[in-house]
């Protein structure tokens, strides 16, 4: 852009310079005239550079002042564009609420689990085996020697013997349980955290300044505390024996800790009273 401007004023001015010489006076071919003409050309060409120097700098000037003034103009329209105009939530108000309400209600649970492990979850459940007088069946005498059996191996001892035979046993301690309450505990806590993070934002207190919630995963290791302190338990463990008139069937009874009488049922080759035994596909 300078140099055409440039070459635009050397234009004009050479064609001056040519109009001036057309219609100039002829003078004499006398020395001191010639001198006195190449001096005033020699002072004209000094005179044109300059004009056309002062020219390209006041040219350059607006040029870049034009630019910066585009750029800043620009720049504030941009930022007046991407100026946030306040935040607006887009999520249910009534749905967070809801869900923050049906969250803090089911939380209790995981301290009735920690509660709950220290002790034994009892159930009464009826379960039946072939009788003397059916194929391959045992006697009342033969079930009830298995069971005793059964009791002796897994530590358990006869607290009161009758129609209904009372067992007593030490349950220990559980290293695998521990671990898992500690494991619940801390999701639970890592879950109220964000719970709270988001819902108090802005909170500060005093001394502390803004709360880190889940640092309340910290105390997920006293849970597996509380379960190991309570130490082992005693279950208790009741069994009642019976046959049908054709003794055809043996029935038993048991009442006691709900994972013992899962294993002993499994272990016996017992079937669960009112149900059906229905073979693998692989036997």
């Keep these: 852009m300078k140099s055409s401007i440039a070459s635009a004023l050397l234009c004009i001015l050479a064609t001056s310079a040519t109009s001036c010489t057309a219609f100039a006076p002829v003078a004499k071919s006398t020395a001191s ?13 000094l005179l044109i550079s300059d004009a056309a120097d002062a020219v390209l700098s006041t040219a350059s000037d607006v040029v870049d002042t034009v630019a910066s003034t585009d750029v800043a103009a620009v720049a504030e329209e941009s930022s007046k564009s991407f100026e946030p105009t306040g935040f607006n939530p887009t999520y249910s108000k009534a749905s967070y609420y809801t869900t923050l309400a049906l969250y803090v209600a089911s939380f209790p649970g995981l301290w009735s689990q920690i509660k709950r492990s220290t002790k034994a979850k009892v159930k009464r459940k009826t379960y039946v085996s072939d009788g003397e007088m059916a194929k391959e069946g045992k006697e009342l005498r033969q079930q009830a020697g298995e069971i005793m059996a059964y009791m002796k191996a897994n530590n358990y001892e006869v607290a009161e013997a009758g129609e209904t035979i009372t067992f007593k046993g030490l349950v220990a301690r559980s290293t695998s349980q521990a671990f898992f309450l500690v ?22 207190l005093p001394l502390i300044g803004t709360p880190n919630w889940f640092l309340l995963t910290l105390v997920s290791p006293y849970a597996g505390i509380y379960y190991w302190q309570s130490g082992d338990r ?35 080759e017992l079937r669960e009273k009112g149900m059906v035994k229905v073979e693998g596909i692989l036997g």
């Design 183 to 204: 494991f619940c505990t801390a999701i639970g806590m890592a879950s109220l955290a964000l719970v709270l993070q988001i819902q108090f934002q802005d909170l500060e």
């Design 33 to 45: 005239s010639r001198t006195a003409q190449k001096l005033s050309v020699n002072d004209f060409s």
């Design 234 to 268: 005693i279950d208790d463990m009741k069994v009642k024996l019976a046959t049908n008139d054709d003794e055809t069937l043996n029935e038993i009874t048991i009442e006691g800790n709900d994972e013992e009488i899962d294993r002993m049922w499994r272990t016996l």
